[in-house]
């Protein structure tokens, strides 16, 4: 039955995730000067856009004005749209009840109580999430996404980091391998357009081209269902995901090794400065008040990397 | 990334989307005429059998069939998953092409006159003759276009590798977006599609002038 | 006595429920041409396609020359020769189609020789050869090149004739060959029909030209209701019909 269950959930995963995987990507760590200058074109763009939608924003703006003034102000701030990635547990995830999930979203959702806000959620398209930011189709992205310069270089707000993001290489117990030494000749996986492809693609190109093969595949259940399957000897991923993967999977390990590390962080539209500041502050006061760790204590991998818990 | 580097590198995978279509074609083609022939059984038990499985392999999506291929075995018997995916993917694209080709010829056989078969009859040819020698080079003048359009698909379907992971050429563009924060290998895999499609058309258009010869 | 080419006796033939030919009995000596003429639906088209085994009879004996091509068995049963017997059995007979049935595919000298080459295994140029002087009586010399959709109806039926022609048959059936032709081409057909019975090819034609079927037979068979009403003489099946229905079924046709 669970055999079952895995290979419904591994079909309707990719079956969205096809629907996804789009485009222009901004997982850009190639600060190459092309990279910014698209983004910067794509930023005009969307402010263009953005002066015709003006009118309608203008009254989500100032009410968010209003409630910034406010500060703890608990009536009706209008609606907050979360653009999160629906395939990103434990950050945000499909749960069990077939709600949205994770530890983003919880947070998402206490930080909009706090705020007056009402809580809806956008699934974007990851190659295009700031595409869709600036769209107006959500506003913020907040889903485990990586901080690049490049995206504060084309302007967008972004968070103080909440999260720092360790890359591992996860291999089978009894594979033999022991360093990223022994991964020589052999096959390694990784998501397309995740920081780990972005970093064997850059800073760990050596390694990566010591590698027997690089196989890249649209889901990190892929990725693991090749490694299950025996299809590759090791699967470079975010540390969080193959903690999680390897608490209900046995016979995995991971390489005990820094092989890069991230930061996550929220974006928000350039002009949301204030936004930005006063979820950043609704975030203090949850440190404060002990509510943030109450969260983050569904997710025990999580908390040592949760930069607001070990200031 | 210079678009003559991004063109170099797309056009490695080419080399693989070529490899899916001619092999999808190859292993189909003849495949649909099998499934037609079992479909068209006299005995009730295989044609009604044949019926289903088109039926399911119709009714579902082709990148659901690549990852049932590519990953069920290992699901469902612990099978290891194939290194070289080009077996899975060419595997699930002829299976699932042979049941579009299958419908196409069972229609195409149907269109043809009874009276075709009565006067091989008479003359004396035997069955198997009478299907290679009469009835097959009408059926396939009549199913051409239906051919042809499914072929322009396929073309363009062979992106779905993606799905499990095979480097064909749409892959490679689509890593190189992610990459470069670009849309530009979209552009360029969209010529590609189109120029191998014209090609598709070029020589269908051929192949079906030639068979023009008679109504 | 000339011998007999065709032998048909107690055929009895149904589809489900409806006995469509009920006991009939037919043979065709050597050299005779045999007209079976009657309203639709009488069994006379059913007969044909059960004597060339387009059709499987349920009671009966058919035999060709010596052999005999199906019968019934002590138990009831029709018993049909094996595949191969059967189709040398097929070599004694050739069927012109009402629609034609020509392979649209082959040109028309291809329609003629591509059976006697595949089938009867002969030597391509002697069947070549002989398609040609076969297509020159028929007058469709020049045609050797085209394909049917090129022709008309009236040269559609020649060349089917021809093509039926070509594997040497020793008794030529015709199931209405003029019914699906305009009035004006069903002369060229007819004709050529009757320069056959001249050289006195052995025929069975199921035809409505009642007036050809006069001219050109030995023996005209009426039938209706599955079986044979009468039998005879053209002049006096035709003049002076001996049965009730015959007399009806001509003074109808005469009115229409």
């Known amino acids: 039955m669970k055999k079952f269950i895995a290979i419904a959930l591994a079909l309707t995963t990719s079956l969205s995730l096809l629907a996804c995987q789009g485009n222009g990507s901004a997982a850009a760590v190639n600060d190459s000067t092309e990279a910014v200058e698209t983004k910067e074109e794509e930023t005009k763009e969307a402010s263009e856009e953005a002066v015709k939608e003006e009118s309608q924003e203008a009254e989500t703006e100032s009410k968010e004005e209003t409630e910034a003034a ?14 999160i990635d629906p395939e990103y547990p434990p950050f945000s995830y499909i749960g069990d009840d077939g709600e949205y999930t994770g530890f983003d979203v919880e947070v998402c959702k206490a930080v909009c109580e706090k705020l007056g806000y009402d809580f809806d959620v956008f699934e974007v398209n990851w190659d295009e999430k700031l595409i869709q930011l600036d769209a107006g189709e959500c506003d913020c992205i907040w889903s485990g996404m990586t901080i690049y310069d490049t995206m504060k270089e084309a302007g967008y707000v972004i968070s103080e980091p909440y999260f720092e993001n360790v890359q591992v290489m996860m291999v089978k117990e009894d594979s033999g391998i022991n360093s990223t030494k022994d991964l020589a000749g052999k096959y390694v996986a990784v998501q397309l357009g995740t920081s780990g492809a972005a970093l064997l693609e850059d800073e760990l190109k050596d390694l990566a081209s010591s590698f027997g093969d690089l196989v890249t595949c649209d889901s990190f259940l892929k990725c693991f269902t090749e490694l299950g399957g025996g299809a590759v000897d090791a699967v470079f991923v975010d540390k969080p995901v193959a903690v999680d993967y390897m608490a209900e999977h046995e016979g995995y390990k991971l390489l005990e090794e820094d092989l890069g590390s991230e930061q996550y962080g929220i974006a928000f539209r350039s002009d949301d400065k204030e936004l930005c500041s006063s979820i950043e502050g609704a975030l203090d006061e949850m440190v404060a008040d002990g509510s943030y760790a109450a969260i983050a204590d569904k997710y025990p991998d999580l908390v040592k990397n949760l930069v607001y818990l070990n200031k | 990334m210079s678009l003559l580097t991004m063109i170099i590198k797309m056009s490695e995978g080419l080399s693989r989307t070529c490899a899916i279509f001619f092999l999808t074609l190859i292993f189909s083609l003849p495949l649909g005429m099998v499934v037609t022939l079992l479909r068209r059984s006299k005995n009730k038990i295989i044609s009604s059998i044949t019926r289903a499985v088109i039926s399911v392999i119709r009714g579902t999506p082709l990148m659901l069939q690549l990852l049932a291929i590519t990953y069920g075995p290992y699901y469902l018997v612990g099978l290891t998953v194939s290194r070289n995916k080009l077996v899975p993917v060419v595997v699930a694209f002829s299976i699932n092409y042979a049941a579009y080709f299958a419908e196409i010829y069972r229609g195409g056989i149907d269109s043809i006159s009874k009276g075709q078969y009565e006067a091989a ?24 276009p239906s051919i042809t359009n499914e072929v322009v698909t396929l073309v363009k379907d062979t992106s779905l590798a993606f799905t499990v992971s095979y480097q064909e050429m749409f892959t490679i563009g689509k890593e190189i977006a992610n990459s470069q924060t670009s849309f530009t290998p979209f552009l360029v895999a969209g010529v590609f599609y189109f120029v191998f499609n014209a090609l598709v058309d070029f020589v269908m258009g051929k192949i079906e002038k030639k068979l023009n010869y008679y109504h | 006595m000339s011998k007999k080419i065709l032998q048909m006796k107690n055929i009895i033939k149904s589809y489900s429920d409806t006995e469509v030919l009920k006991d009939i009995s037919l043979s065709v000596e050597e050299g005779e041409v045999v007209s079976i003429i009657g309203p639709s639906g009488s069994g006379k088209s059913t007969l044909l396609r059960c004597a060339t085994f387009l059709e499987k009879i349920n009671g009966g004996l058919i035999q060709y020359l010596d052999t005999v ?7 009831g049963k029709v018993v049909y020769v094996n595949r191969n017997q059967l189709t040398h059995v097929k070599s004694y007979f050739g069927l012109v189609f009402q629609q034609f049935n020509l392979f649209p595919h082959f040109s028309v000298l291809k329609n003629l020789t591509h059976a006697p080459i595949l089938v009867q295994k002969r030597d391509s140029k002697e069947v070549e050869q002989e398609a040609r002087e076969l297509l020159k009586k028929t007058g469709l010399e020049d045609k050797a090149d085209a394909y049917p959709c090129q022709l008309s109806g009236g040269q559609q039926q020649r060349v089917a004739i021809a093509r039926a022609l070509n594997l040497n048959p020793d008794i030529l059936f015709f199931d209405e060959p003029t019914s699906a032709l305009d009035p004006e081409l069903t002369g060229e057909v007819l004709k050529i029909i009757k320069e056959l019975a001249d050289e006195k090819m052995t025929m069975v034609i199921v035809t409505h030209e009642m007036s050809f079927a006069r001219a050109v037979s030995k023996r005209v068979i009426f039938m209706d209701g599955g079986f044979i009403v009468e039998e005879g003489d053209p002049e006096q099946v035709f003049g002076d019909p001996s049965q009730e229905r015959t007399k009806q079924f001509l003074k109808n046709y005469n009115q229409v």
């Open chain 1, 70 to 83: 406010k500060e703890e102000g608990s009536e009706n701030a209008g609606k907050f749209i979360m653009g």
């Open chain 2, 121 to 144: 009859d008479v003359l004396g040819y035997t069955k198997t003759q009478t299907f290679l020698r009469i009835i097959l080079p009408q059926v396939i003048k009549r199913v051409l």
């Open chain 3, 69 to 75: 091509a199906a019968h019934t068995n002590e138990e």
